[in-house]
């Protein structure tokens, strides 16, 4: 069976410090994993997803398919980065469960000033 | 186009009364996701279409729910004879047969 695991539901940070959100999933066979954000009283966005290798807001994820895991990194927060991050994955692109994603139960955000 | 749209954004009903939500996807998307989304808990996936075929549903929904997608536009989302434990967000989502982007703000549902 597919998960997405996100062992913290809630992290703290101070202004400028580096910021790590965990995920680590299961899968049989090579999943697509993204991360979502939803900021207050918005809906949920895409944030980044693995197979465009990107830096989204100074944000950065790598796929480590050994430890299979999905970690979300910044070396700087900002206090606009408080928010709920979603990991979740789908199926390989280009297969009909491309876009059925499983969520991780999201990690709350909070960077003080 | 504004995005990914949903009617209404908060309903609250009795037991065992029987609801309907409506999701308008962005009008090229040919796919439409609905989840839900309980207090605490990431969204969990529902069922999905591409164009007017409904493609996949999940294990976990029982019959009570049913989701039509007519001419491959809008959807709907039916549940009959609620129950408490369907109070949640419910969530629409579109896609053009990729990657999935584009969330509704949601239907909040509370069955007292």
């Known amino acids: 069976a597919q998960r997405v695991t996100q062992p913290e539901k809630l992290l703290s940070v101070f202004k400028g410090a580096p910021v790590e959100l965990k995920c680590n999933y299961s899968?049989?066979?090579?999943?697509?994993l993204f991360w979502y954000v939803q900021y207050s009283r918005q809906r949920l966005q895409l944030l980044l997803r693995?197979?465009s290798r990107e830096s989204i807001k100074g944000f950065t994820a790598d796929l480590n398919k050994g430890e299979t895991s999905f970690h979300l990194k910044k070396p700087f927060a900002q206090e606009e980065d408080s928010a709920m991050y979603y990991c979740?994955?789908?199926?390989?692109?280009?297969?009909?469960?491309?876009?059925?994603?499983?969520f991780g139960q999201g990690t709350i955000l909070t960077v003080h000033p | 186009d504004t995005g990914v749209s949903q009617d209404p954004r908060h309903k609250i009903t009795k037991r065992g009364q029987n609801v309907t939500f409506r999701c308008d996807p962005i009008?090229?998307?040919?796919?439409l996701y609905w989840y839900r989304q309980t207090l605490g808990q990431g969204p969990e996936f529902l069922t999905y279409?591409?164009?007017?075929?409904?493609?996949?549903k999940s294990r976990l929904l029982s019959d009570r729910f049913s989701a039509e997608r007519p001419k491959g536009s809008f959807s709907t989302l039916e549940i009959q004879r609620t129950e408490q434990g369907d109070s949640a967000m419910y969530l629409c989502?579109?896609?053009?047969?990729?990657?999935?982007?584009?969330f509704g703000p949601g239907t909040r549902l509370t069955v007292t």
């Open positions: 899968y049989s066979g090579s999943p697509e």
């Open positions: 279409f591409q164009n007017e075929a409904q493609l996949e």
């Open positions: 009008s090229e998307h040919n796919r």
């Open positions: 693995h197979i």
């Open positions: 979740a994955l789908s199926g390989p692109a280009g297969g009909t469960s491309y876009g059925k994603l499983t």
């Open positions: 989502a579109s896609s053009l047969a990729g990657r999935v982007k584009d």
